[in-house]
């Protein structure tokens, strides 16, 4: 009897063993199914994304899973049953029928270096406060990008990535971007002052020339030669609106100023803009502003020269102007990246142009210098209230362009359209050719502890004959550049401009600059032809007798 109740009891403690072992597969089954992870081959490391030739990862913030390989077939809006593929593993789809993952990734495809503190940082500033303030977005960037079919591929690339939202951030970008947004219609595209959208292709740009006309006040109350200067780019709607607007407000407290612009025909080129700088000192300006992507070559040689300075882009070029700075204008593109990016997540997103005035927060005017008189400060900020108010119409007719022909009549203003098409100049804005500027006989202008009258004193008694050139360089600062445009020493002001030149270069482009010094143009470009295939690069800014003035070329 005992046997039997001892064999009873081990079939009872089997069946419940089973039973058990049931449950528990039952239980990991559900749980399986229910939190399947990603497949791991889909998933892009930053080790792996940095492996890539030109796309790179400079933001990331997230601690969600990455979205499935790009190369699967696109989700429909139908639900697949559970049994077939798990819900938690699809994309969603938004109203828009945008593809969204909880993990979003955005391309960013800048022109230059996006520590050039202009164009490029601004807008890369941006993304990283948008990648603050979301916490579930990683950004890849790729730098340095020309506006030719080259970045076709990279937008190619960026997908391949899981990009789902890029954005091209140069002007010239766009025919690429529409073509790219055709082929791509499940990916958002973003681009900054186009004129034309598709589906998935919308546009966005802030309103520069309201603050332009802002800046502008500034210059026609600090002016003393009453001659301003602007160099910019490219001759686009854009940025033909910021010089008019400039002018129109330079004219508003000083209806006597000229204005006298530079186009260089490409967003980076230090040369042209320091030869730019330089022709206009040429030209009696003392008041630069500029519309390129990289101004720290226009502020510091400007700075040098002792012409006033009103930035583009950044706040930060404050510091490299500290005795002739005015003011400027800085994009601060952060919350607009937040709530497009938000918008099109939860689809409340459509394709359009979005342009920000001075009212927006999109950008903002920079800092005063010292120079700007409580008075000027005071105008300003009442124009500008004005101009958010409606009171104040930038653009009221009559205007005239420099042709004399009448552009809007009495009556009417332009507005936020001459963003996109303005292919004109205001009357009293000239283009100047730099090129054909002798940039020899650059008056010496005024430094910050000098009159006007002191300049000329100085200059008519400079000495005219200048010691040997020294090994000793001169260190770069804004003193040493007073101290040398006081006089009329070649030599000095000659080594002083090269190693000026020369840091620009080492700083903007991390290469290797060599100062090289010639006695006349054969020898100097007999040289050059034998160093061409160096990477190096041979800078001569000293042409002329001891007695002419210095000039970078």
């Known amino acids: 009897m005992r046997s039997l109740r001892d064999n009873l009891a081990f079939i009872l403690l089997g069946i419940f063993a089973v039973v058990l072992v049931f449950f528990m597969l039952r239980l990991q089954n559900l749980i399986v199914t229910t939190q399947q992870p990603e497949p791991t081959a889909a998933v892009n490391t930053p080790e792996t994304l940095q492996q890539q030739p030109t796309v790179l990862v400079v933001a990331t913030a997230t601690n969600t899973p990455e979205p499935p390989p790009t190369d699967a077939p696109p989700p429909t809006a139908e639900a697949a049953p559970a049994d077939e593929q798990p819900a938690a593993a699809q994309p969603t789809l938004n109203s828009s029928g945008y593809q969204v993952y909880g993990s979003l990734v955005i391309g960013a ?8 503190r202009g164009y490029n940082q601004a807008h890369d500033e941006g993304l990283q406060e948008m990648v603050e303030r979301i916490p579930d977005v990683r950004v890849i960037s790729a730098e340095n990008i020309p506006e030719t079919e080259e970045v076709l ?12 939202i890029i954005f091209a951030q140069s002007f010239g970008y766009l025919p690429f971007v529409v073509q790219a ?10 681009h900054p002052g186009g004129f034309e959208l598709r589906p998935n292709l919308g546009t966005y740009w802030a309103n520069n020339y309201e603050a332009m006309y802002l800046a502008g006040i500034a210059a026609g ?3 003393v030669t009453n001659e301003l200067g602007f160099i910019t780019a490219f001759p686009i709607p854009n940025i033909l609106a910021s010089v008019n607007a400039f002018h129109l407000g330079a004219r508003s407290v000083n209806p006597n100023v000229q204005t006298h612009t530079v186009i260089n025909e490409s967003w980076v080129a230090p040369d042209k803009e320091a030869q730019a700088v330089n022709a206009l000192a040429a030209s009696n300006v003392d008041v630069v502003t ?15 020269l002792g012409m006033f300075t009103i930035g583009f882009h950044s706040s930060a070029l404050q510091e490299l102007a500290p005795n002739r700075w005015l003011t400027g204008v800085a994009y601060t593109w952060g919350n607009y990246y937040t709530t497009v990016v938000q918008q099109i997540r939860s689809g409340q997103w459509q394709a359009s142009h979005v342009r920000g005035g001075i009212e927006s927060d999109m950008l903002q005017l920079a800092p005063f210098g010292p120079s700007v008189s409580e008075e000027t400060r005071n105008r300003i900020i009442a124009a500008r209230t004005d101009i958010i108010r409606g009171q104040l119409q930038i653009f009221q007719g009559p205007i005239v362009d420099n042709q004399g022909l009448e552009r809007i009549p009495a009556g009417r203003a332009g507005g936020l359209e001459l963003l996109d098409t303005t292919d004109w100049l205001v009357e009293g804005v000239t283009q100047l050719d730099a090129t054909a500027v002798d940039v020899e006989a650059i008056p010496l202008l005024p430094t910050p502890t000098q009159s006007v009258a002191d300049a000329g004193a100085a200059e008519e008694e400079a000495p005219t004959e200048a010691p040997e050139p020294t090994a000793t360089s001169v260190p770069v600062s804004a003193s040493t550049a007073d101290l040398i445009l006081g006089e009329t020493d070649h030599h000095a002001a000659c080594t002083f401009f090269s190693e000026l030149t020369a840091q620009m270069i080492r700083d903007q482009f991390d290469l290797d600059v060599e100062i090289v010094k010639f ?16 990477r190096t690069v041979d800078i001569t800014v000293c042409y002329g ?6 000039y970078l070329r």
């Open 109 to 116: 495809i800048h022109v230059g270096s996006v520590d050039d």
């Open 153 to 164: 591929g990279v937008i190619d690339q960026m997908i391949q990535q899981g990009a789902k």
């Open 181 to 190: 947004a055709e082929e791509h219609p499940d990916i958002v595209f973003l």
């Open 221 to 223: 109350a600090n002016t």
């Open 290 to 304: 500029m519309i390129v992507d990289s101004p720290t070559v226009v502020v510091q040689t400007a700075e040098a």
């Open 519 to 534: 006695g006349d143009d054969d020898e100097m470009y007999g040289e050059l032809a034998n160093r061409q295939n160096q």
């Open 545 to 550: 007798d001891p007695d002419d003035r210095p």
